[in-house]
């Protein structure tokens, strides 16, 4: 059996893949590894392209299309999805057919299936609190987890598995830009509730810095990180992450994607620059 190849990402909504990992997936597929994003839910309770209200039935198909932009930016294959519906975030009631209301067992044997048929040498999936805790990113990340170590087991099964996570250094820094992006574009609309407790999710769920194993330089494919940022346009109300004036902030807050390797488990204190089990030279 050949070895396992190449880089599965698996998140919870279109645009997570792009916000957590997309420097390090256009960077991995640049040097020759194959790369994909498993899409667990199809984002359906996302906003509207350019306005601030939440669409809590956005028609699936625009996101969809928005991370099938995203790939092509990234430089990595056509997104798989499960097609599972948005939960959407706490209180607001999960709809029918959502992830939140499915049996994880079942999540992670399609998962799995998916991982047979791939055959990635690593997986990236959220940390356990999801970033900030909701609910779509918690289940994703608990089910990939146990799609992983089912996997992982088999003979030509994945070799390492990456959580994405936030540094609580970070936070402060990526609050401070985005409070001077707000002011740089005139935006004066106050904060919604879900913004706050978002905020203050992001504070609780961060991760302390000496639990993130692995920081990866992403500057050399920043443009393709916030290319594909901008595919996402229904989630970035009016927001452009790809505009030039905006681009020395970008690279403060974007310029370093974030994980903490699971497995194969770390030694105490080692760090590294790239993850693991991919091809980092391009042939
Ligand atoms: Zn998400």
Redesign the pocket.
């Known amino acids: 059996m050949t070895e396992p190849r190449g880089l599965l990402a698996i ?6 893949e792009s ?1 957590g990992a997309g420097g390090t997936l256009a960077l991995a597929a640049a040097a020759g590894n194959p790369v994909w994003v498993l899409c667990v ?1 199809n ?1 359906d309770q996302g906003g509207k392209p350019g306005e601030m209200e939440v669409d809590h039935s956005l028609d699936p198909e625009i996101r969809r299309e928005e991370l099938r932009c995203a790939c092509r930016e990234m430089g990595i294959a056509e997104p798989i999805f499960l097609g599972y519906r ?1 939960s959407g975030m706490e209180g607001w009631g999960a709809p029918e057919g959502s992830l939140s209301l499915a049996d994880p067992a079942e999540v992670v044997d399609r998962m799995v299936a998916i991982i047979r048929r791939l055959r990635p040498a690593t997986i990236v999936t959220f940390d356990p609190g ?2 900030y805790g ?1 609910p ?2 918690v289940a ?1 990340s608990a089910t990939a987890t146990a799609a992983f170590r089912e996997a992982t087991a088999e003979p030509g099964g994945p070799v390492a598995l990456y959580h994405q996570a936030l540094p609580k250094s970070r936070i402060a820094a990526m609050q401070a830009s985005m409070a001077e992006e707000r002011g740089r574009s005139g935006d004066s609309t106050p904060p919604t509730e879900d913004d706050i407790r978002q905020q203050q999710a992001f504070e609780r769920l961060a991760r302390p810095d000496e639990d993130i194993t692995t920081i990866v330089d992403i500057r050399p494919v920043l443009d393709r990180k916030l290319a594909a940022l901008a595919c996402h346009d229904s989630q970035m109300r009016g927001r452009r992450w790809d505009d030039p004036e905006v681009r020395a902030g970008m690279e403060q807050m974007f310029g370093h994607e974030t994980f903490v390797r699971v497995y194969p488990e770390p030694r105490p204190g080692e760090q590294e620059q790239l993850p693991i089990g991919l091809e980092w030279q391009s042939r």
């Open positions: 998140f919870a909504h279109p645009d997570d916000f839910t984002g948005d999801g970033v909701h779509d990113h994703c």
